[in-house]
């Protein structure tokens, strides 16, 4: 609107912005690649982005939401957009952000990606390849086997083999480009960025990393991860802590799962759900990202649960249960 927000076509589409300092975006925007936004997955091309309209261009799917029991949470949403699909999800555990995707899908002949960062560079890039190196500045690298990156206080770990591509280069643009109320006025800034590649008309592809916050390059050399990823799929995505009794799901379509020291479990409804064991007791905490349900019922081994959800201007907040 009024000639703003001009380059915002994909801020809505699961942007997911990593902060230690507080300044790692500070006035980025004109110099920003708008096609990689951190969080991001989309089309990668050099054609102009599509001007937001007043009537806005909308994700097809009403699967979005988040859960939290406080301390742990999830967010994540079913992207149905340009002729592009993925289930996205963030599992916040343990000191780590556990990000999946699956089921990207496209019929366009157009490379796709998932931006996992583009930030101000701020010192030096370290990634691991068999060894620890250090890039060169005003440089890029794509690689398969990078079992880790790092950049100014945060840590990307790859759970799955990806092809990473990483760059350390300036990047210029303009604020007029970004907000017409602006006068031209030529930007340039050093920018960091990583980003996964599907390729051209990907066929249920997925990803899944981690993103480690605060953390030092010698703590990263040493990371193992204390969760276990359950399962990434188009039904469900599911991340189990090593160090908690502790199991986060996003489940789109009913679907029965089987979990160490908990067993089967079947879910009746999509939704988000976190089953935690706290002083011996077992606690279920629910989320409906849709809006639309009043209950959920699921089944854990042989007994049978049913939760009621918050109505009215609750909608699709969190809520738990003791389960006996």
Known sequence: LNGENLKGYYVADGATYIMVDGNEYNNIFPVWDWRKLPGVTCYQSNSPLKVLTFEGYYNSNDFTGGLSNGLNGITAFHLIRDSLIAKKAWFFIDNAMVCLGADITSDKDEDVATTLNQCFLNGDVYYFNGSVNKMNRESQITNTNLKWVYHNKIGYFPLQK????????????????????????????????IDAAHGKRPQHESYSYVILPAITLDHLTRYEPTFTVIENNSTAQVVSSKNKKLDMFVIYDPVKLSIAEVGTLNFDQAGLYML??????????AADPTHKLKIFEF??????YKMDLPQNDDLGKSVSKELD
């Open 162 to 193: 990806t092809q990473l591509t990483v760059s350390d280069k300036t990047q210029y643009g303009d604020w007029n480009e970004m907000a017409k109320i602006y006068p031209p006025k030529k930007q340039s800034a050093k920018i960091f960025s």
């Open 299 to 304: 089944k854990i081994n042989s007994k049978k």
């Open 276 to 285: 935690e064991q706290k002083d011996n007791k077992w606690f279920m905490t």
